[in-house]
């Protein structure tokens, strides 16, 4: 059965401090809720993020890095490697986030090295995908998705496919306080779905988690969450606080 997930990704968000803050609410605001196959998972920057694996450590808390360097190691200043994130206790990353597709260039073909990547050291991956405005207008939303998807991660195997969760984040919806539909959430869903079950058996389709990303909050969460192929969603501006976060954790 494949698990339901509410993920966070706190992009440049939070210092240090706040990053204490915000785990302790958390654990008070979680402590005795049955999570049933559900995941709760927080993206603190890099800086944080030892400190927040260390303090969500024996708790249902778990703690993703934002993004990774597509090389092991060596002369790329600045950059983050799968197997630092490994050495703070961190299992899973984001990837393909349409910010660092946007402003920092990351194409298809990179993010299919920084999944090779990441899976080489074992993490788990939130592949990040989505369609611009434009595209939706011209109705090539499907058709952009589909080649998001094949191109970074339809060259992995089945049994690799155990460490993917999926997250369709229309560009236009994320960060705007504009939503997909639950309808319009659903049918992209089914379509991705779909489109994982041509190329694998269906044990890959069927235990995929396929997140839904761009202005989920509080007062939304629970018609998109109640779709059939949503099996969560990767939340910004509405993670960023403890008690809405443990809203949208009880959404689901
Ligand atoms: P948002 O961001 O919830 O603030 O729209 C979602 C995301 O970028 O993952």
Redesign the pocket.
Known sequence: MRSKIVAG?W?MNKTYGETKKFVNELKDAVKGLKLKNTRMIIAPPFTNLQKASKKTKDTRIEVAAQNMHQAESGAYTGEISASMIKSVHVKTVILG???RREYFGETNELLAQKVDTALKNDLEIIF?FGEVLEDRKDENHFKVVEEQIRKALFHLTSDQWKKIILAY?PVW????GETASPEQAQEMHAFIRELVAERYISDVSENVSILY????KPANAKEIFSQEDVDGG?????ALNAEDFTALIKAI
């Open positions: 990704n992009k986030h349409s910010e990040c984040e919806a994320i960060g705007t990303g761009g202005s989920v990767l939340i910004g501006g509405a």
